[in-house]
Every structure is written in structure tokens, then in C-alpha cells.
């Protein structure tokens, strides 16, 4: 059975800091890219970051350059989502995902989902 687990969402001031953790079983890790997306009230879901379970290469988008940063352990199947300087906007709820391709965050190419975990940035 596939699964990808998210967890480390909460309630967190602006410019705190919080962990996503992402638990894949049930496929091959190496053969997938792990994104994360969000979706925040109001808005649609939007890709932020993704990372080649085979060769860690990463892709990423400008809201969250220089805040996020994105980590694998491939013995453990787990993907981190540092998120750092917290904003009120980046208040959603966050998803991972595995796809086939991670440069455009297409949702297209995502092949299995996660459950969301909820982040809230309070002003």
C-alpha cells in the first residue's frame, strides 16, 4: 500500500520556524521526486518545493526562496521541508506528493498524494 505521511504542521508566530516531515512506503523512493505543496484559503493548491529521491536535486519556487529548504534521508523513505522567517501567507494547508518529474510541480505528474498538515502563521 502506498503511503506518504505528513506531518510537523501547527501554529507558529511570523519569523518562527517549522519541520515538515514527509514518510514515503509502499514505492520505489529513488524513482520519484517528493514535492510539497500547499493550498491556502481562497487559493488553489500551488507547488513550492521538490526534491529527486535519486540525485537530491532540487526545484523551487521564488515564495519561499531563501526561507525553505528542503532535505532527504533516503534510509529512511523521509523528506524534510525546513521552513524558516515564517509569514502569515504562507498559512495553508501543506500536502507532499510523489512525482514523476519535480521541476515544474505539475500536478499532473504527481502519482500519489499525502494527507495535508495544517500550518498557521499568526501576524
Known amino acids: 500500500e502506498v503511503q506518504l505521511q505528513a506531518s510537523g504542521g501547527g501554529l507558529v508566530q511570523a519569523g518562527g520556524s517549522l519541520r515538515l516531515s514527509c514518510v514515503a512506503s509502499?514505492?520505489?523512493?529513488?524513482?520519484?521526486?517528493i514535492g510539497w505543496f500547499r493550498r491556502a484559503p481562497g487559493k488553489e493548491r500551488e507547488g513550492i518545493f521538490s526534491i529527486s529521491g535519486r540525485d537530491g536535486s532540487t526545484y523551487y519556487t521564488d515564495s519561499v526562496k531563501g526561507r525553505f529548504t528542503i532535505s532527504s534521508d533516503n534510509a529512511k523513505n523521509t523528506v524534510y521541508l525546513q521552513m524558516n522567517s515564517l509569514k502569515p501567507e504562507d498559512t495553508a494547508v501543506y500536502y507532499c506528493?510523489?512525482?514523476?518529474?519535480?521541476?515544474?510541480?505539475?500536478?499532473?505528474?504527481?502519482?500519489?498524494w499525502g494527507q495535508g498538515t495544517q500550518v498557521t502563521v499568526s501576524s
Open positions: 506528493a510523489a512525482l514523476g518529474s519535480g521541476r515544474y510541480f505539475r500536478e499532473s505528474d504527481v502519482e500519489y
Open positions: 509502499g514505492f520505489t523512493f529513488d524513482d520519484y521526486h
